[in-house]
Nanobody
Framework: DVQLVQSGGGLVQAGGSLRLSCAYS????????IGWFRQAPGKEREGVSC????????YYADSVKGRFTISNDNAKKTVYLEMNSLTPEDTAVYYC????????????????WGQGAQVTVSS
């Protein structure tokens, strides 16, 4: 079965940077999307960015465009989310998620989830 193991996160000052990692395994064919989501206290889970395994297509939410970069290292089977120019509004638990043959940032459409990582940005 598909498994996702996250690493990274932590506490950073506003304007700083963090990198999240999502190590994946168990895909049986190469047509899947890995996405990053975040959930702040009292808010719904929202899509941040996703990347397609088949064509490398990438999506960013407007709130992170130009500041976050998603990448997929196929050799290491790891997807990264590089986060720069962080603001307190980026504070949330960040999750990676995956699904076959999918191109959406609707959390309900993803079956496979990482364990989550807290990102806290202080002002």
């Amino acid at each position: 079965d598909v498994q996702l193991v996250q690493s990274g996160g932590g506490l950073v000052q506003a304007g700083g940077s963090l990198r999240l990692s999502c190590a994946y395994s168990g895909f049986v064919y190469n047509d899947y999307t890995i996405g990053w989501f975040r959930q702040a206290p009292g808010k719904e889970r929202e899509g941040v960015s996703c990347i397609s395994s088949s064509d490398g297509n990438i999506y960013y939410a407007d709130s992170v465009k130009g500041r976050f970069t998603i990448s997929n290292d196929n050799a290491k089977k790891t997807v990264y989310l590089e986060m720069n120019s962080l603001t307190p509004e980026d504070t949330a638990v960040y999750y990676c998620a995956a699904e076959y043959a999918l191109w959406t940032m609707m959390p309900s459409e993803y079956r496979y989830w990482g364990q989550g990582a807290q990102v806290t940005v202080s002002s």
